[in-house]
Nanobody
């Protein structure tokens, strides 16, 4: 599976961005998908994850109520809608695919290249 993340950019605090991650291959619907982020000088951290059907979602506490993860298996794409953005959301955002719905990076087998989100105050 190859993943291509897009949609990052510069936005003011309080604004919104929508990230997309397009996957190649016919087995996209069998993978759980996750979004992680890495800020400068910090470790990669979990943001959100979604089951293969979309019926189960996980979020880290700091984004609950502001971010929404979703997927369209017909389009082989997972999305991350980010609202009410804060400067502390600034990071490179990575999408990942795996077979185990998890809040940790290790179960994810495939990673996209990352897309930079910068939130100005």
């Amino acid at each position: 599976v190859q993943l291509q993340a897009s949609g990052g950019g510069l936005v003011q605090a309080g604004g919104s961005l929508s990230l997309s991650c397009a996957a190649s291959g016919r087995t996209f619907s069998s993978y759980v998908m996750g979004w992680f982020r890495q800020a400068p000088g910090k470790e990669r951290e979990f943001v959100a994850a979604i089951s293969w059907s979309g019926g189960t979602t996980y979020y880290t506490n700091s984004v609950k109520g502001r971010f929404t993860i979703s997927r369209d298996n017909a389009k082989n794409t997972v999305y991350l809608q980010m609202n009410s953005l804060k400067p502390e959301d600034t990071a490179v955002y990575y999408c990942a695919a795996g077979t185990l719905l998890s809040r940790t990076p290790s179960p994810y087998d495939y990673w996209g290249q990352g897309t930079l989100v910068t939130v100005s105050s």
